[in-house]
Every structure is written in structure tokens, then in C-alpha cells.
């Protein structure tokens, strides 16, 4: 649709997504694009992950995802 998107593209992030949408050709999870500094470019974005604990909008039932869980790995916070 011509819009930039910015993504996580780390290796376990990679290998997680690609697995879970069973999709190689994944090129990253999409950060949120809307919402001002607050959430964009540092949530999941919503369309894609919607009900996960790391998006900007909240609901009543959340749930932490493998992709999540990849992502903290990637960055060390989590083994």
C-alpha cells in the first residue's frame, strides 16, 4: 500500500514467525505504525499480532507469544 513498515528482523524472531505462519518468505514482524511515540515503532503491530501482550491496544484476554519470547531471547532479556 506504499507505507514504510518497520520490523524485527533478529534470527530467533525470524525463525519463530516463519515457523508459526508457516511462511519462509517472512522478512521480519511489523513494529506498529500508528499511536504516536508512545507505541509506534515499539509494539507489535496489531493487525498482525492482535490479542499479544507487546501491542499497543489492549483487550481482555492476552496472550505472550512465541515471537515475543523469540524477541527477548534475541536481545538477551530472556533464555
Given at each position: 500500500?506504499?507505507?514504510?513498515?518497520?520490523?524485527?528482523?533478529?534470527?530467533?524472531?525470524?525463525?519463530t514467525a516463519r515457523k508459526h505462519y508457516n511462511c519462509n518468505n517472512?522478512?521480519?514482524v511489523e513494529l506498529e505504525n500508528q499511536g504516536g511515540?508512545?507505541?509506534a515503532g515499539s509494539h507489535w503491530e496489531s493487525r498482525i499480532m492482535?490479542?499479544?501482550?507487546?501491542v499497543a491496544s489492549s483487550i481482555d484476554e492476552?496472550?505472550?507469544s512465541d515471537i515475543t519470547c523469540a524477541?527477548?531471547?534475541d536481545m538477551g532479556w530472556y533464555q
Open positions: 500500500n506504499g507505507m514504510s513498515r518497520k520490523m524485527i528482523k533478529s534470527p530467533k524472531v525470524l525463525e517472512i522478512k521480519g511515540d508512545g507505541s492482535y490479542g499479544e501482550v507487546m492476552v496472550f505472550l524477541f527477548f531471547e
